[in-house]
C-alpha cells in the first residue's frame, strides 16, 4: 500500500509541476519521429475529434491569449460551427501586451491573420514553423514593420509565439491535415487577453485600449457565431462581417456597408450583456488596474517557481502570474518614475537605439483619466487583416475586390 500511495504521490506531483512540463513528460519521444511534417496527431486527439463529431481533415482556427499565455485549436464541425479541441501552453513569447509596430521591439503580433499552405515552414530550425504573416494589410497600412515572426518550436522568442517541440508537431499537423481537407486559408486571431468585460476594464488604462477595442468586435462576432468572421480592412481599420457595396481599400474609405440583420441583432442582445457585465466591473474594481508586467518580471516568476528544477526549454511565464491589480494613484507614480528614468537614461545616451521602445512605451502602461474611458460596446464595425504570405510574399492590392464565394451570413444563419 505504501509503494502505491507513494506512486500516486508521485504522479500528482508531477501533474502539478507545470503544464509545460506535463507536455514534456507526456507527448512522444521525438527522437523516434521519422517523419516530423507527416506525423500524426495523437489518438487522444483523434478520439476526441470522433467525439464531437469533426472530421479529420474539416477547418481549423487558432486563436492565441497573451496574458494567459494560452494557443487554442478550434475545428469545425458538421454544422459549420466551430469547437475548441483542445489548448497549448504558449511556452515563451517576447515583450509584453500590446501589437507589433516595428522591427526589433520584441513585440508578437495581436490581431487577424491568415495563414496557407505557404506559411507552414518544415525545414525551420526551430523544428516546425508557421509564420504568422505579419504585416498583414491592417499592419501594413499603419505602418507596422517586421519579418519572419512565428509561431515555432525550441522555446525561445524574440517576437515569436513559441511553443515545445513536441506541441508545435501537434499544431503543425492540425493545419496540415485542415489544408489537405480542402481548407484554403487558416485564421489565426492573436488578443493580448480574453475580451471579456472585467479583462477590459482592468486593462482600460493600457495606451493600447483603442486598438483593443476594435479587436473586440472581432472577438465578439465569433463568440456570437462560433465561425471565423471575414475581415477585411478600410480607413486604415479591421471591419468584420459586412454586407458592402463594393471593393475595400485598406487605406481609403470605407464602402457602403451593413451588417446581416439576424446578426446585427444576435450582436446587440451579446451587447447588452457585456455592458452590464461591464458596469458590474467599474464597480468591483473601482479605483483599480491592472499592472501589465514585462518580458523580465514574467521570466522571474518562473524561475522563482522552478526551485531548482532543469528543463530543457526556457518558458517565460504568464502576465497573470507577475502582473497585479494596483490602485491607480500607486500605478501612475510608477509609471512616471519609470518615465522619468527613461528620459533620463535617453538624454544620457543622447539617442534611442534602434528598435526600443519610444519613451511611451518605456513606461510600460501609457495611462489615461479612467473617467474619460467610454464603457465599451460592441459595434458592427470591427477588423481583420490580410496575411501576407509567410515565405514568399505575394503583394496584396489595396483594392480587393468582393468575393464572390458563398456570403459569410448565409452559413450562420442556415438560410
Known amino acids: ?38 506525423q500524426p496527431l495523437p489518438p487522444r486527439i483523434l478520439n476526441e475529434m470522433a467525439a464531437k463529431g469533426m472530421d479529420r481533415n474539416s477547418p481549423i482556427m487558432v486563436r492565441i491569449f497573451k496574458e494567459e499565455g494560452v494557443l487554442e485549436i478550434w475545428k469545425a464541425k458538421t454544422d459549420n460551427r466551430f469547437e475548441k479541441i483542445t489548448d497549448y501552453k504558449i511556452c515563451a513569447w517576447s515583450g509584453r501586451l500590446g501589437p507589433k509596430v516595428k522591427q526589433g521591439d520584441r513585440q508578437a503580433p ?30 501594413a497600412v499603419n505602418g507596422r514593420t517586421g519579418t519572419d515572426l512565428m509561431i515555432h518550436g525550441a522555446c525561445s522568442s524574440s517576437g515569436c509565439y513559441s511553443m515545445t517541440d513536441q506541441q508545435v508537431l501537434e499544431i503543425y499537423a492540425f493545419a496540415r491535415d485542415a489544408f489537405k481537407g480542402g481548407q484554403s486559408t487558416v485564421q489565426l486571431e492573436a488578443y493580448p487577453f480574453r475580451m471579456t468585460a ?33 475581415v477585411n480592412v478600410c480607413e486604415k481599420k479591421y471591419v468584420f462581417n459586412q454586407q458592402a457595396s463594393g471593393a475595400f481599400n485598406a487605406g481609403g474609405k470605407c464602402p457602403e456597408m451593413s451588417t446581416p440583420p439576424a446578426l446585427a441583432s444576435a ?13 458590474k466591473a467599474s464597480k468591483e474594481f473601482d479605483g483599480l488596474a491592472w499592472y501589465d508586467p514585462s518580458e523580465a518580471e514574467r521570466k522571474a516568476v518562473v524561475a522563482k517557481t522552478r526551485k531548482g528544477r532543469e528543463l530543457a526549454y526556457a ?34 545616451t543622447g539617442s534611442t537605439p534602434a528598435g526600443s521602445p519610444t519613451v511611451a512605451a518605456a513606461t510600460d502602461v501609457a495611462l489615461v483619466n479612467p473617467a474619460s474611458v467610454p464603457v465599451p460596446t460592441p459595434s458592427p464595425l470591427a477588423p481583420q487583416s490580410e496575411m501576407a ?8 492590392p489595396d483594392s480587393v475586390e468582393v468575393a464572390s464565394k458563398k456570403p459569410f451570413w448565409k452559413f450562420w444563419t442556415k438560410e
Open 110 to 139: 495581436e490581431g487577424f491573420y491568415n495563414l496557407t499552405k505557404a506559411n507552414l515552414n518544415p525545414n525551420s530550425k526551430y523544428y516546425l514553423a508557421i509564420n504568422t504573416g505579419f504585416p498583414n494589410r491592417y499592419d
Open 1 to 38: 500500500m505504501r509503494i502505491r500511495h507513494f506512486a500516486y504521490v508521485s504522479l500528482m506531483a508531477l501533474a502539478l509541476a507545470g503544464c509545460n512540463d506535463a507536455l514534456e513528460t507526456t507527448q512522444i519521444d521525438l527522437s523516434k519521429v521519422k517523419n516530423k511534417v507527416e
Open 198 to 230: 472585467d479583462n477590459m476594464f482592468k486593462h482600460r488604462m493600457n495606451e493600447n485600449i483603442d486598438f483593443w477595442k476594435m479587436l473586440k468586435v472581432g472577438y465578439d462576432n465569433f463568440e456570437v457565431t462560433k465561425r471565423p468572421p471575414e
Open 315 to 348: 518558458p517565460t511565464g504568464t502576465s497573470l502570474e507577475a502582473g497585479k491589480m494596483m490602485k491607480v494613484a500607486e500605478l501612475e507614480g510608477m509609471m512616471a518614475t519609470k518615465t522619468a528614468t527613461s528620459v533620463a537614461s535617453n538624454t544620457v
Open 389 to 396: 504570405t509567410a515565405f514568399a510574399p505575394v503583394e496584396q
Open 267 to 279: 450582436l446587440a442582445s451579446y451587447g447588452k450583456t457585456y455592458d452590464l457585465a461591464y458596469a
